[in-house]
Nanobody, 119 residues
Framework: QVQVVESGGGLVQPGGSLRLSCAAS????????MGWYRQAPGKQREMVAR???????DYADSVKGRFTISGDIAKNTVLLQMNNLQPEDTAVYYC?????????????WGQGTQVTVSS
């Protein structure tokens, strides 16, 4: 069994910052990649940022220059520093962990943490 737990969401004013954290735990050998996705009301879930075990990163165009993903994938942890938040960033943010064991590779998801940007 694998658990993915996020924290750090909250309510901030436009221009503010938040830092999200995530950790995966359970019975698996490791993570090949971890990332953050978000889903706003009435919209599909979208990739925000992700990082591979090799350190490669990828960002949605809408957050480039404002968000930074980091972490220790070998320890199954990841952070998302979000700066200059805007109302359109309001969404539930989900942590994703692509984990593997001796038999398989699969994605696990956290429960989500709410980020609300409003004046």
């Amino acid at each position: 069994q694998v658990q993915v737990v996020e924290s750090g969401g909250g309510l901030v004013q436009p221009g503010g910052s938040l830092r999200l954290s995530c950790a995966a735990s359970g019975t698996f050998l490791g993570s090949s990649a971890m990332g953050w996705y978000r889903q706003a009301p009435g919209k599909q879930r979208e990739m925000v940022a992700r990082i591979t075990r090799g350190g490669n990163t990828d960002y949605a165009d809408s957050v480039k220059g404002r968000f930074t993903i980091s972490g220790d994938i070998a320890k199954n942890t990841v952070l998302l520093q979000m700066n200059n938040l805007q109302p359109e960033d309001t969404a539930v943010y989900y942590c994703n962990a692509n984990v593997y064991n001796a038999y398989s590779v699969r994605d696990y998801w956290g429960q989500g943490t709410q980020v609300t940007v409003s004046s």
